[in-house]
């Protein structure tokens, strides 16, 4: 697992290395997701030379769903 952050401020919480390609992950506090909460990852997914094309939003809510190639999960499955 690792951590990454730019010198713009611009963050990612965690990185876990799957050996073939990293996964991204945000982890939030709140029951909903706001739309922003997904500006971290999408940054990060969208940097030049970057080969992955999915990350993961974990956060306390009930519903998982897909977005953007973005997945939300609730923190219970984990």
């Known amino acids: 697992m690792y951590f990454w952050k730019d010198r713009t401020g611009n963050e990612i919480d965690a990185i876990a290395d799957l050996d073939?390609?990293?996964l991204p992950v945000e982890a939030k506090s709140g029951l909903t997701l706001a739309s922003d909460a997904f500006d971290g990852l999408r940054f990060w997914l969208d940097l030049p030379g970057n080969p992955n094309h999915s990350g993961?939003?974990?956060?306390?809510?009930?519903e998982s769903?897909?977005?953007?190639?973005?997945?939300?999960?609730?923190?219970?499955?984990f």
């Not at 993961?56 to 009930?62: E, I």
């Not at 769903?65 to 499955?77: D, E, K, Q, S, V």
């Open 20 to 22: 073939s390609r990293l």
């Open 56 to 62: 993961v939003v974990v956060y306390r809510g009930v």
């Open 65 to 77: 769903y897909l977005t953007n190639g973005i997945t939300a999960l609730p923190w219970l499955f």
